[in-house]
């Protein structure tokens, strides 16, 4: 097997779970700053999402924070994906609001072959109406991986003694076109998102749609 081949299998396998975090942004009543969430659904696979964010003060409001995906039924320490994440308010009048993001990313995924670590960058926009009890909003979203680590196993080099492990440089594109709506209680809030996913010809080894359910809760403070 090429390494070519072997790190195209490595790209389309890793679990690329493009990031919008679904949210009310007129959940940010007050002094409400903090958010945390948690969602699950199929998103190139059954997923896990956790994570935490917080929204900063500026001329245009930017929330900033950190996600952790894990494949469902896997150890955490095998496959999963961390996330730095920039969202930037670009356009509010009224209720319509436009905010762009920014995303790097790490993965890694284990398994008989190889181990295979991936860095890759996220661009996003989201783009709705909101309200303070519910929203709805549409979502464009691009993953672009740049650098892919393989380290072979000992059973991979038996069969093929040639390989060399290491990084190496390799593109691999993904995208999600969908739609993203929840409805607030008090401080907690329930969202849906539902889209198309895959490459630029939606095809590919991975599921062609993601369907993800989440709930997040704002607070003053993140012992409140």
């Known amino acids: 097997m090429k390494m070519k081949t072997v790190i195209i299998i490595a790209l389309r396998l890793m679990p690329a779970i493009c990031f919008s975090q679904a949210y009310n942004v007129q959940g940010f009543k007050g002094n409400r700053k903090h958010l945390v969430f948690i969602d699950a659904g199929l998103e190139y696979g059954s997923v896990i999402n956790i994570g935490y964010a917080q929204r900063i003060s500026t001329a245009r409001p930017i929330m900033a924070g950190l996600e952790l995906s894990v494949p469902a039924g896997n150890e955490i320490i095998d496959d999963y994906q961390l996330k730095a994440f920039l969202q930037l308010e670009l356009l509010h009048c009224k209720r319509f609001v436009l905010t762009g993001s920014f995303n790097p990313v790490f993965r890694r995924l284990v398994n008989d072959l190889y181990t295979a670590s991936a860095v890759a960058c996220e661009l996003g926009l989201t783009t709705g109406f909101y309200y303070s ?78 369907c993800v359910l989440g709930v997040n809760r704002f607070f003053n403070q993140l012992n409140h």
């Open 133 to 210: 009890g519910w929203y709805v909003a549409g979502e464009f979203i691009t993953d672009q991986s740049f650098l892919t680590h393989i380290k072979h196993s000992d059973q991979y080099v038996e069969g093929y003694p040639g390989a060399k492990s290491g990084w190496y440089s390799a593109m691999a594109r993904t995208f999600n076109y969908g739609v993203q709506a929840g409805f607030n209680i008090r401080e907690t809030g329930i969202n849906l998102r539902i889209g198309l996913s895959g490459d630029k010809k939606f095809s590919g080894n991975t599921l062609p749609f993601y």
